[in-house]
Structure formats: structure tokens, C-alpha cells
């Protein structure tokens, strides 16, 4: 549930390096992760578009919806800025923090803003900081491969870690795939990259296509 925070300069070598998450020791493979490998297109259709400033609206408005005392709300344009130039689709910020502290609400609320469980233990001085380590965080996991939601849990919320006795990460692929969905994305389909979108009020796109791994 709290990935250690990665260095970003080392993302170029990840696959050939462990990561320690949680206390467990877990090698980034690209080709032998689950959900981790590179998406393929049976599909002509056209590459979906997510504007910057409906896709913050849609964020804050899910979020005033699901956990209306969140001290998220408003913060939808920060995820936006903060995935800026990373690939990654900034709705998979918010359904992570739902997952890891119900929208900021736990763990240590505004006290600490640190809504996605990094860690352990850490805090930050406003919500911006944590959006940048979290993207940072998982632009290095999809670095090592990590394309998917799936891909992602296997080192962010790894089953059986030592800092989880409880075994809640067994939940976590189901949980963020939830929200995720919830925001009208595709919970099989690519977090980086050209993303399959589902949301109508967003892009009308052919469901269940992934697009290509950009070149």
C-alpha cells in the first residue's frame, strides 16, 4: 500500500535493479509482470482525447460526489498539472487516493498531504508536493514495464508485504479499479500513454481499444 519513493533519475535503470517496497524486494521485469507488457492495437480507431480542464472538473466533482468532506476538492486541476508531461492519465491519482486514505480524509488527513499511503510514514507540506513524488513514484514503475492498473499493484501494493499484516492489498487492484471506472476510465486497459477512454462526456472512442505504445 506504501511504495518506498524511487529516485526519479533512476528510472533508466530499473529493470535491471530491485526495488524496495515495503519491505519486500521486487524486481522490475517489463516481460514478466502481470499486466505490465506493452498494449497492442487490433483497432483503427482514433486516439482518445482528455482536456486538461474538464478532466480537473471531472476529478473534483467525482471526488465532491464519492467523499464530500474530502480536503481534495478543488485539487482535480493540481493531478492534472502534476501528470503533466508524465503519460500518465491523472484520474488514476484520485482512484489511488480513494483506495490508500479515502480521498484524504485518513491517514493523517491534511496533516500530513500525503493521500496515496507513500511511505511509509512520509508527509509533505501541501497536496502538490505528494501529486509530484506520486507521479514521479509510478512514472518509474511504468518505466520498468508497469502499463496497467494491475502491473502497477505488483509493486505498489504487493501481496503479502511486510508493512501489510492486515492483507488489505489484495484489495487494492479491485478498489482502484473501481474509482478508476468511476471516472470513467478503462480499468484493463493502459494508465500511460494513449488511453482507452469510456468517460461520454469526455471522447465518444471504440471500448475495450488500447492504443499502441507511443514510439
Known amino acids: ?6 529516485i526519479t533519475a533512476t528510472a533508466l535503470g530499473i529493470a535491471a535493479m530491485p526495488l524496495a517496497l515495503g519491505g519486500v524486494v521486487v524486481v522490475a521485469v517489463a516481460a514478466t509482470v502481470a499486466g505490465a507488457t506493452r498494449p497492442t492495437s487490433g483497432s483503427t480507431c482514433r486516439e482518445a482525447s482528455l482536456p486538461a480542464s474538464g478532466t480537473a472538473r471531472a476529478i473534483d466533482a467525482w471526488i465532491r460526489r464519492e467523499v464530500p468532506t474530502s480536503p481534495l476538492i478543488g485539487i482535480g486541476a493540481e493531478m492534472v498539472a502534476g501528470a503533466t508531461g508524465s503519460g500518465l492519465d491523472p484520474r488514476l491519482l484520485a482512484a489511488i487516493a480513494m483506495q490508500e486514505t479515502s480521498l484524504g480524509t485518513a491517514g493523517g488527513g491534511p496533516a500530513v498531504f500525503n493521500p496515496f499511503g507513500l511511505g511509509p510514514g512520509l508527509a509533505f507540506p501541501n497536496w502538490a508536493s505528494a501529486i509530484r513524488m506520486a507521479v514521479s513514484t509510478l512514472a518509474t514503475m511504468h518505466a520498468g514495464g508497469a502499463w496497467t492498473i494491475v502491473g502497477i499493484a505488483v509493486h505498489w501494493a504487493p501481496v503479502g508485504a511486510s508493512n501489510d499484516p492486515g492483507g488489505l492489498n489484495g484489495n487494492w487492484v ?28 469526455h471522447v465518444a472512442t471504440c471500448p475495450s481499444v488500447v492504443a499502441p505504445h507511443p514510439s
Open 174 to 201: 479491485g478498489g482502484v479499479s473501481a474509482s478508476y471506472a468511476q471516472l470513467g476510465g478503462d480499468p484493463s486497459g493502459p494508465v500511460f500513454g494513449r488511453i482507452s477512454v469510456r468517460h461520454r462526456a
Open 1 to 6: 500500500m506504501r511504495p518506498v519513493i524511487v
